[in-house]
């Protein structure tokens, strides 16, 4: 059913929950694992990087560092993801490299956001459902260490 599923990941809970997720489904159908990181590109980012040279390429360090982490994750669990990290809109982003790479399922976390969050950077969500050609899965299910691991040492179905 999946063959190549693609985790966006960001490092924070809702992004752990996701990897967790999608690590399962990607263990029972032996799929291949894609790791995508993106560094939202804002207008505040792009002008604090004018007023304050380097803002841009620290972040980058540190999404990197991020990617790395979980990548190594993946790595730890028997995976050999495919990484990437890209500058831009997290959205469309994401949509861009599930074209790309083919994937049958995109695993996203979720943050709740205030109505002004929402309002100010728009569903990320409802541009994924519109867009992407493939299965979209929100990861939202509290997995335990204890379950993840079992779920992990399990048979492959």
């Excluded at 992004?15 to 790791?35: D, N, P, S």
Aim: proline fraction near 2%.
């Amino acid at each position: 059913m999946y063959k190549r599923i693609l985790l966006a990941y960001d490092g924070s809970l809702a992004g752990r929950t996701a990897l967790r997720e999608g690590a399962i489904l990607a263990k029972r159908y032996g799929a291949q694992v894609f790791l995508l990181s993106v560094v939202a590109d804002t207008g505040g980012l792009r002008m604090a990087d004018g007023t304050h040279a380097g803002v841009l390429s620290t972040l980058v360090d540190s999404y990197n560092a991020v990617l790395e982490e979980g990548a190594a994750r993946l790595k730890e669990l028997g995976f050999t993801p495919v990484t990437k990290l890209v500058i831009g809109e997290p959205a469309q982003e994401i949509g861009a490299f599930a074209t790309q790479v083919e994937a049958d399922l995109v695993v996203v976390g979720h943050r709740r956001q205030s109505f002004m969050e929402r309002w100010w950077s728009g569903s990320s969500g409802g541009y994924l459902m519109e867009y992407l050609s493939c299965s979209l899965l929100i990861g939202r299910n509290t997995i335990t260490d204890q379950e993840f691991n079992a779920e992990m040492r399990g048979p492959v179905n």
